[in-house]
């Protein structure tokens, strides 16, 4: 990555980008933390059961994919630097609301505020598109990745260590803070310039040789994007079911530990493997998902805590290949569009993928047990790698 004191094309420095990923790590606390713990926040709510909480659990994620495409249209329009501010406030309005509800309705409420108000991936990833191109994007949108893997890991660790003085539910009033700080400090942050729209899949000036042709449909990257969500997320609702029939002298602790080691895996990967694929960004993303397909394929028949650990450490590295490589073909594919409109889109394809991913793991738990939904993680992720290779080979040709 570039020193710090460079510019970017439209004058955007390096610690700017990093300000920018600060902020969507600090603001994605209570939205990736405290979901985990809808089991504990329901039954002060009435539903003592917390029947619920499968629900509610998805409710931003569909709310969210629902409202990205508009709000980057308008990001396009009115400015990148507005809307990403505009995210953020969101963020903290709802989960104020969140903190301060008495009744399962009014909390439903706010969660769906949450999806609607939020969206501050695709902003601040529309923000970074505007100022930013080819290798400095993709890496920056490595970095928002990095951002969000580490907030899926401490998120929930912070939310458990605060639980016994503060309550999960009232954590989402507390936190509200995370990104009314995030805000001030994207104040301080300049607007993108509009740059003169150019035409679709033409090369920045000196990248011809950079440009990939996969990268050049945004079609071929939202497909790509749809397949990994799903592939991924399918396998996260039950895997401690079955660590924990697999292993049961093992604690909890332990097994948070096993469902976190991928994502552990992004921050120490992510800069090696952009070096390596940015320019073969197809290359990565299939070699990507074979990577996932091998590792969720052999989650069948783990049955101790060494083949496990092996296991996870291996779907952390195709984890890291499938993320790094969309983001370098989502910087490629942006050049000459509409930045908030492309990954306004970007970012419902993505939850549309989370939504179905955890529909499809209820179902295949119901009826065939834990290990199910991880197996149906892989059959996608080979699926996808055998169905992109054709077009590996020729392009590569």
């Known amino acids: 990555m570039e020193r710090t004191g460079t510019r970017a094309p439209a004058g955007l420095?390096?610690?700017?980008?990093?300000?920018?990923?600060?902020?969507?790590?600090?603001?994605?606390?209570?939205?990736?933390g405290l979901p985990p713990y809808l089991t504990a926040i329901l039954p002060s709510l009435g539903d003592?059961?917390?029947?619920w909480a499968g629900l509610l659990y998805i409710v931003p994620t569909v709310f969210s994919a629902l409202g990205a495409p508009l709000w980057g249209r308008l990001a396009d329009r009115y400015g990148r630097k507005r809307l990403?501010?505009?995210?953020?406030?969101?963020?903290?309005?709802?989960?104020?609301?969140?903190?301060?509800?008495d009744s399962l309705p009014a909390f439903t409420a706010a969660l769906v505020l949450q999806g609607v108000l939020g969206g501050t991936f695709a902003a601040s990833n529309g923000y970074l598109a505007a100022a930013l191109d080819g290798h400095r994007l993709s890496w920056a949108l490595t970095l928002m990745q990095g951002a969000a893997r580490l907030?899926?890991?401490?998120?929930?660790?912070?939310?458990?260590s605060l639980s016994p003085w503060v309550s999960p539910h009232r954590q989402y009033a507390l936190l509200a803070v995370l990104p009314l700080a995030a805000a001030l400090m994207l104040a301080a942050l300049p607007e993108p310039p509009r740059p003169a729209p150019q035409a679709p899949g033409t090369p920045a000036a000196g990248e011809a040789e950079a440009a990939v042709p996969a990268a050049r449909s945004p079609r071929a990257l939202y497909a790509l994007e749809f397949a990994f969500?799903?592939?991924?997320?399918?396998?996260?609702?039950?895997?401690?079911?079955?660590?924990g029939q697999r292993l049961p002298g093992l604690g909890p602790f332990a097994s948070g530990v096993l469902f976190?080691?991928?994502?552990?895996?992004?921050?120490?990967?992510a800069r090696p493997v952009h070096t390596a694929v940015a320019h073969r960004p197809l290359l990565g993303a299939v070699s990507g998902f074979a990577l996932v397909a091998v590792a969720l394929a052999g989650h069948w028949g783990a049955g101790t805590v060494l083949s496990f650990v092996a296991l996870r450490l291996l779907l952390g590295a195709g984890m890291t290949l499938g993320l790094v490589s969309l983001s370098a073909l989502a910087a490629d594919a942006c050049r000459g569009r509409g930045p908030g409109r492309m990954f306004g889109t970007l970012e419902f394809i993505s939850k549309a993928g989370a939504v179905v991913a955890g529909?499809?793991?209820?179902?295949?738990?119901?009826?065939?047990g834990p290990a199910a939904p991880i197996v149906a993680g892989s059959a996608v992720a080979a699926l996808t790698a055998l169905v992109s290779t054709p077009t590996l080979l020729r392009w590569s040709r």
């Open 151 to 160: 907030a899926l890991v401490a998120a929930p660790i912070v939310v458990g």
């Open 260 to 269: 976190a080691l991928p994502h552990m895996c992004y921050p120490l990967l």
């Open 359 to 368: 529909a499809v793991a209820a179902v295949s738990n119901d009826v065939w």
């Open 13 to 32: 420095r390096t610690r700017q980008i990093h300000a920018v990923a600060a902020c969507y790590f600090v603001a994605s606390f209570a939205a990736l």
């Open 84 to 101: 990403l501010l505009r995210a953020q406030l969101g963020l903290a309005v709802s989960f104020l609301l969140a903190g301060w509800a």
């Open 229 to 243: 969500v799903l592939a991924t997320v399918i396998s996260y609702p039950y895997l401690i079911t079955l660590v």
């Open 48 to 51: 003592t059961e917390a029947r």
